[in-house]
Each structure stands twice: as C-alpha cells, then as structure tokens.
C-alpha cells in the first residue's frame, strides 16, 4: 500500500475514533427533546473537531520531514489555508453551541452564563482567551493577502498559536463530557504527544542539531549584476549536510538586525559545492538590507525542504521555466543536471539590464549545450533569439517543438506560473510532467 493511503487512513481512523468516543457519551444528548442538550452535543463535537484540527495545523505547517515527503511543502501550505478556514467554522459553532445551551438549560442570558462560566468552571476564561487567539489567528491567515500583511507580521501572529493550545487544553480535560471516557482520555493525550513530539524535533530540535553540529556562518556577500545579492554559507563538514538541487531552506541570520527573522530561499548552487549559496532579490523591507549582512556571521538553518527536484537516474528531456528570481533554483538543477539531459531554458525578465545569474546561465549554457532563451517583457528591441515579449502558448510551441515529450519545471511568481501552467496544457503536456512549487508560507 503506498505511504500517502497509509498516512491517510490512519488520519481517517483517528477523526473516527473522535467520533464514536462522542457519540458513546453525547448520544442521549443528540436524541432528546430538549434543544439545550442537543445544542450540547454539537457543541462538543465541534470542539473535538477544532481540538484535533489544531493538531492538524501543527504537522502541517511543522516542516515535518516524512509528512513533507509525501505531500511537498506548497501542497501542504495550501492544506494549511484550508484548514484553517474549517477550524474558524468549527470553533465558532462550539463556543456558540455551547454558550447557548447552558444559558438555555439555566434559563438566563448569554452574557450572565458567559461570566458564571469565567467565575465557576475551571480554566474556561483561559478557554476563551484561546478562542479569540484561534479566531485572530484564523481571520489572518485567511486574509492575509488582502490584509498584505508582512512576512514577519504573519510569523508573529502565529506565534502565539502555541500560547493557544496551551490555554485551551486544561478545559477540555477538565470540563469536557466526552473525554470523562478514561480510555478516551488517554487516546486524547496520545494524539497531543504524537504532534507536539514531531513538531518539536522537525520544527526545533532537527536544525538545532544541524547548527550545532556544522557551524553555519556567512562566508562571502557578493553583489550581483542585476539586483541581487549572493550570501555563501560554510561550516564544518559541509560534505555531510544533505540537500538537492531545486530546494529551499529558512535561514535565521543571527545578528543584531535580523536574529528575530527567518525567510525561506531556494538554492541557487548544485551540490558539487560544499558551501551553500543563496541568491537574493532586493525586493525591499529584509531583502533591501541583506547585503549588509558581515562575514563570519552565524546562520542558524532550518531545511532543507521542499520536492522541486529531479529524481536520481532520470534521463528525460527537461525544460525549464523561470520569471525573475525564480531562477535560483532552476540555476541549482540546469547547473548540476543539464550536463546529462538534453535541456532547454525558458527565461523572462523585465529589461536586459536585470536578468540575475546571468553570467553563470550563459557559461552551462555554452557548456553543456543547453538552448537557452531570454524573454523580455519590458523591451520592445531584442536581438534574436532572444524574444521580446511573454512566455505564453505561441512562443512556448515556436521555442520548444517538443515541449509535449519534456519533464518541466516552473518556477516565477505565482500569477506567471499560474499563466505558463495553463499554456503548457493548452500545448499537450501531461500534467505530471509539469512540476513547480509555490513559495509561499501562508
């Protein structure tokens, strides 16, 4: 059985066990007359939901290597959003299920039973301290784009995540019906020790060890032609620290100005390189100061992550597809790949006077034989065979007559992947052919 049905059905079985553990207690609740108990009973399995939806979010977003695997990192972020969206809705209906219900079988108001439940029950207030936390931190992430929140801003808000769980978990012990159940109980805590045991050492522990072990600090900052910044990285034992060409790592620069932030980047070099290297785009706020970051500064790394990779052993004809800085890590796989593949190059940019990695694109290129292709969206001058204009259907088919028989990889903002993506179907490749991974943490 493959490992993504296993991971599934256990997922599945553990949802089912919530379930029937509820339904053994909340049963008569569900068929009595009375509207308060059955409000009850909703409203306890709507909190289980957001209890185990929580934990949910946790593997999710804990950069959990196995999980990360199976799934990749953007299909798991995109897994994150909508999750989150079902856990607004899920704990929404248990505050309100279970508000109502006891101001029912009370007969008073709302807000009195709201007080007497502050006043009289163990750990709610600290319950509802973690509810508007999950509300806050819900409406964020699900607005977020329209709210433009920054990188960092997001990070924050997340953060206080973990502040939530731990204001929520004494009431559910402590008051909850279903998990008077003993053997319910230990089947709860189990599932807690479970995701906070991987989220801590995937999340923490993991590149604690990797720091600890090999030392990262800046070795060399190096200002590119066009707007970008090239920071390598060295340590000790760099032959040991494991990645692949096409991934990405978060890196925490621990100085003065950026020890506090954590920003992902892909890998621009091949892995003939002990050292890694990063190329930045000055795109403002944190990136518009990285070229001020010191030699011998500490770099904490967390990674790598991520499946934008080319399977050992393959032979297929490739092509790669890259906008503006998403040319880092399609140069990590031409620069280490392109030497066994019959390989062509897809490349757009604004101008002429910004194309980052442009010297080493060229030097493969002549190397190894790779038909590589500039793109320029801004110009209306361009001598061949470079095009001035869009990556679309029409150049695509006139650039690359084979396109249907090449493995593709994708890489560009999110709008321009979007954009090649639908052309490429258009053209006949398979979608399996096509591979790409959006950036994004949120």
Same mark, same amino acid.
């Given at each position: 059985m493959h490992a993504k049905s296993i991971v599934k059905g256990l997922y599945a079985l553990c949802f089912g066990a919530i379930l029937y553990f509820w339904l053994k207690s909340s049963l008569p609740l569900l068929l009595s007359p009375d509207m308060s108990s059955i409000l009850l009973a909703i409203g306890r399995i709507a909190g289980l939901t957001s209890v185990f939806l929580v934990l949910t979010q946790l593997l999710l977003i804990g950069r959990i290597k196995w999980i990360e695997t199976l799934w990749g990192h953007d299909k798991l972020a995109k897994l994150h959003r909508s999750t989150g969206e079902l856990l607004l809705y899920s704990i929404i209906i248990h505050f309100v299920c279970i508000l109502v219900s006891y101001a029912g079988s009370a007969k008073t108001g709302l807000i009195t039973q709201l007080v007497t439940f502050f006043d009289f029950y163990q750990d709610v207030f600290e319950a509802f301290i973690a509810f508007v936390m999950f509300v806050a931190i819900a409406l964020s992430s699900i607005f977020i784009k329209r709210l433009r929140l920054k990188y960092e801003t997001w990070y924050f808000i997340h953060l206080f995540v973990y502040l939530a769980i731990f204001f929520s978990y004494g009431h559910q012990l402590k008051i909850g019906g279903s998990l008077s159940d003993s053997q319910f109980a230990l089947f709860w805590m189990a599932l807690y020790v479970f995701v906070i045991a991987n989220f801590v050492v995937f999340r923490f522990l993991r590149p604690t060890y990797f720091f600890m072990t090999h030392k990262f600090f800046v070795s060399r900052v190096v200002k590119g032609t066009s707007d970008e910044t090239m920071i390598y990285i060295s340590g000790k034992n760099m032959q040991n620290f494991k990645r692949l060409a096409g991934q990405f790592m978060i890196f925490r620069f621990l100085d003065r100005k950026r020890f506090w932030q954590a920003h992902p980047f892909s890998l621009s070099w091949d892995t003939s390189h002990h050292d890694i290297r990063i190329t930045v785009k000055d795109s403002g706020d944190f990136t518009h100061e990285i070229s001020g970051i010191q030699v011998g500064t500490p770099v904490f790394i967390d990674g790598p992550h991520g499946r934008f990779v080319i399977p050992e052993g393959d032979t297929s004809k490739l092509l790669f597809i890259a906008g503006g800085i998403g040319i880092t890590p399609i140069m990590s796989l031409l620069s280490e790949h392109a030497k066994n593949h019959d390989t062509v190059l897809l490349y757009s940019n604004k101008t002429q006077s910004a194309?980052?990695?442009?010297?080493?694109?060229?030097?493969?290129?002549?190397?190894?034989?790779?038909?590589?292709?500039?793109?320029?969206?801004?110009?209306?001058?361009?001598? *061949?065979?470079?095009? *001035?204009?869009?990556?679309?259907?029409?150049?695509?088919? *006139?650039?690359?007559?084979?396109?249907?028989?090449?493995?593709?990889?994708?890489?560009?903002?999110?709008?321009?992947?979007?954009?090649?993506?639908?052309a490429l179907l258009e053209l006949g490749v398979p979608e399996e052919n096509i591979h790409y991974e959006v950036f994004s943490f949120h």
């Open positions: 194309i980052p990695l442009k010297n080493e694109i060229t030097e493969v290129s002549q190397k190894h034989g790779v038909k590589t292709i500039y793109f320029f969206t801004e110009e209306t001058t361009v001598r *061949a065979p470079h095009i *001035a204009g869009r990556i679309d259907k029409m150049n695509i088919n *006139a650039q690359v007559k084979d396109v249907t028989k090449r493995v593709v990889y994708l890489c560009g903002p999110v709008g321009f992947m979007e954009a090649v993506k639908s």
